[in-house]
């Protein structure tokens, strides 16, 4: 029985080596992976246009959700929030930012509102679908309305705090549901 189980590893192994050296024959230079981070045009609160470009020298921290989240947009603005509080004067060299990913409910004003609860600095961006839309495709965010029965909906969507140099390069991507105080260490280490 072992020579068996021997033979039928060994044709196992001969039939996968096979088809990894298949797979491997036509390949070209592999390609460059995707490029995360990009350009962004959106409304803020006050009706100006923001764009990535509107903060000179600064850091920016983005993060995509919408105001009538549950959970996954409260606690990662909460983190922002604790981390901006804990880097202390550091915090001024980064601006955080919430894009929504609902521009049908999430007008400006509702921004103004929502944003306000969890730091003072913390700028919310709205605009057009096709705006949000673009805005998602250069930072590869997924988002997607699901359907909850009696024209109610929820937006599925990644939870992802996009650190920006001044030069709008991605730094860094933090999950959005840590704690405030490893992200300051992480934006400390980054930032000085």
Avoid at 163 to 186: F, R, S
Wanted: some cysteine.
């Amino acid at each position: 029985m072992l020579t068996g189980l021997r033979g039928a590893a060994l044709a196992i192994a001969v039939a996968l080596a096979g088809a990894q050296q298949a797979a491997h024959a036509g390949d070209a230079v592999p390609a460059d992976p995707p490029r995360i981070g990009g350009h962004f045009s959106l409304t803020a609160a006050d009706g100006t246009e923001v764009t990535d470009r509107s903060f000179p020298g600064k850091w920016l921290l983005l993060y995509f959700g919408y105001t009538f989240c549950p959970d996954a947009c409260p606690t990662a603005l909460n983190t922002i929030a604790e981390a901006l509080d804990e880097l202390g004067p550091l915090a001024g060299r980064l601006q955080p930012i919430f894009i929504t990913v609902d521009p049908q409910r999430d007008t400006a004003a509702v921004m103004a509102e929502y944003v306000k609860a969890f730091h003072p600095r913390l700028v919310g961006l709205t605009g057009s679908a096709a705006q949000i839309a673009a805005a998602a495709k250069e930072f590869h965010v997924f988002y997607q309305v699901r359907q909850l029965g009696n024209e109610d909906y929820a937006i599925d969507h990644s939870s992802y705090i996009y650190v920006i140099d001044p030069d709008g390069q991605v730094a860094e991507l933090i999950t959005g549901n840590l704690p405030g105080h490893p992200v300051a260490t992480e934006l400390r280490r980054l930032v000085q």
